[in-house]
């Protein structure tokens, strides 16, 4: 008998990346690009006194301007947070009462590391057997 571990990865299904008013516009972009890389699904929120970004790639990216309580109003426990700069604390919690993820772990600069905050790592175990039924692979 033998087993088969195949590493599979897929997208979040739905992140909303609020940034906070001292967030780094440079944290910002790679957590866009991460995103973008991973294909998962964004929603940018930028909190009241954060200036809009004038370049790179969340520039591009449609934003919401909001406070933090009105962008914790939209959380469901489908939702994940990744929080760049200080976590407000209506963000956090409203997360704690519905039941969503809040990441807060910061940007990374490795692109290894920060796609594991946009994707989903799961592990597709198979036993082959010499005899009785044998799997074909794909």
């Not at 934003?63 to 109003?73: F, H, I, K, R, S």
């Not at 290894?112 to 597709?124: A, D, G, S, T, Y």
Request: glycine share 6%; net charge negative; proline share 8%.
């Amino acid at each position: 008998m033998s087993e088969s571990n195949e590493h599979r990865y897929r997208p979040l299904p739905r992140v909303m990346l609020r940034v906070a008013p001292d967030a780094d516009p440079d944290q910002v972009d790679r957590a866009v690009r991460a995103a973008d890389v991973a294909g998962t699904p964004v929603e940018l929120t930028l909190a009241v006194d954060m200036a809009l970004p004038s370049s790179g790639r969340q520039a591009t990216r449609p934003a919401t301007v909001e406070d933090a309580a009105t962008a914790a109003g939209r959380l469901d426990p489908a939702t994940r947070v990744r929080v760049v700069g200080s976590p407000e604390d209506a963000v956090l919690a409203m997360a704690a009462d519905v039941g969503a993820v809040v990441d807060l772990a910061p940007v990374s600069g490795c692109g290894r590391v920060e796609l594991r905050h946009w994707l989903h790592e799961q592990v597709v175990t198979r036993s082959r057997h010499r005899y009785g039924n044998v799997e074909e692979r794909p």
